[in-house]
């Protein structure tokens, strides 16, 4: 028993020696660099000053209970800034601790990302003309034939699919668009003036 017990442990050790023999390089390839996981640290560090921009165009006029409205922005560009500049750190002093590999593909595949991208484009232009309801169905129809394909589903191209998904499509929708306007009273974009399509 005591034999397994060692046999494991020296495995175990193995492991941890292999998976973190060079702290330079990742341990799988499709784990970034340590320059890529920068560039990460980097653009969280961005996003941080433009909330603070953000947060210093807003009035910091006192709100109900003493906060005021740039108080939410701040709290977000500090916890981003704090976050940014803690992964620069972990990135320069030795790649980002236990990066599990990601899996996936190395490369983006850009025919789904193309459909769910015209997917929202379609829907952006024609929420105006076709109303909410419709226009909505389409990008949700576009949208699951993109992650359908980045999926590599057989029956992607399939009537029968295409068919489910407009109806799913309908039935997500059309509940929606019909409580915002009946029972919020907020106006969305409808094909008829009655707030019921």
């Not at 803690?86 to 025919?111: C, M, N, T, V």
């Not at 105006?128 to 589903?153: D, E, N, P």
């Amino acid at each position: 028993m005591s034999d397994s017990f060692q046999d494991l442990a020296r495995a175990a050790e193995a492991a941890q020696v292999s998976a973190y023999a060079d702290p330079d390089e990742p341990q799988s390839p499709n784990v970034p660099s340590k320059r890529a996981q920068t560039i990460v640290g980097a653009g969280v560090l961005l996003v941080a000053a433009g909330l603070a921009f953000g947060a210093l165009q807003i009035p910091s006029d006192s709100g109900y209970g003493g906060v005021g409205p740039n108080f939410l922005p701040w709290v977000c560009a500090v916890v981003l800034g704090i976050c940014g500049a803690l992964l620069i750190w972990e990135a320069r002093s030795g790649g980002f601790r236990h990066a599990a590999d990601p899996g996936g593909q190395p490369k983006a595949d850009i025919l789904p990302f193309a459909w769910v991208s015209a997917g929202l484009l379609v829907n952006a232009a024609l929420i105006s003309t076709l109303g909410f309801i419709f226009s909505c169905t389409i990008c949700y129809v576009l949208a699951v034939q993109g992650l359908r394909r980045a999926s590599h589903q057989s029956q992607a191209s399939a009537p029968s699919t295409w068919v489910k998904d407009v109806i799913t499509g309908l039935l997500i929708a059309a509940p929606v668009f019909w409580m915002f306007t009946q029972f919020l009273a907020i106006n969305l974009p409808g094909l008829t003036e009655t707030g019921w399509l």
